[in-house]
Nanobody, 124 residues
Framework: QVQLVESGGGLVQAGGSLSLSCAAS????????MGWFRQAPGKEREFVAL????????YYRDSVKGRFTISRDNAKNTAYLQMNSLKPEDTAVYYC?????????????????WGRGTQVTVSS
């Protein structure tokens, strides 16, 4: 079992920044890819970014490239999502998730463990 807890969400003006954290406990954290997803009201959950277990590979959805940075610290069992130049369309609940299978999928159905999410609201 893996338990995930997100933190760092909040309300920010457009153009501002937020940093999300995802603390993991349970199984060997460094063995698994970590993903960040988001879900806005009335919309499906969508891929935001992912990072391989070693941290050597990172992938982003096109709309956040150049603005968001995913990272991880395996010694602290924590993954991060630094979000800069935020836009109102980034408003959503953000979730971190673990994929215990082969890296690196963008599909939520591939992820086995999920946090409860943290709200990010960007005002215009």
């Amino acid at each position: 079992q893996v338990q995930l807890v997100e933190s760092g969400g909040g309300l920010v003006q457009a153009g501002g920044s937020l940093s999300l954290s995802c603390a993991a406990s349970g199984r060997t954290f460094s063995s698994y890819a970590m993903g960040w997803f988001r879900q806005a009201p009335g919309k499906e959950r969508e891929f935001v970014a992912l990072i391989s277990g070693s941290g050597g590979r990172m992938y982003y959805r096109d709309s956040v490239k150049g603005r968001f940075t995913i990272s991880r610290d395996n010694a602290k069992n924590t993954a991060y999502l630094q979000m800069n130049s935020l836009k109102p369309e980034d408003t959503a609940v953000y979730y971190c998730a673990v994929d215990s299978g082969p890296c690196c999928s963008r599909f939520p159905s591939r992820y086995d463990y999920w946090g409860r999410g943290t709200q990010v609201t960007v005002s215009s």
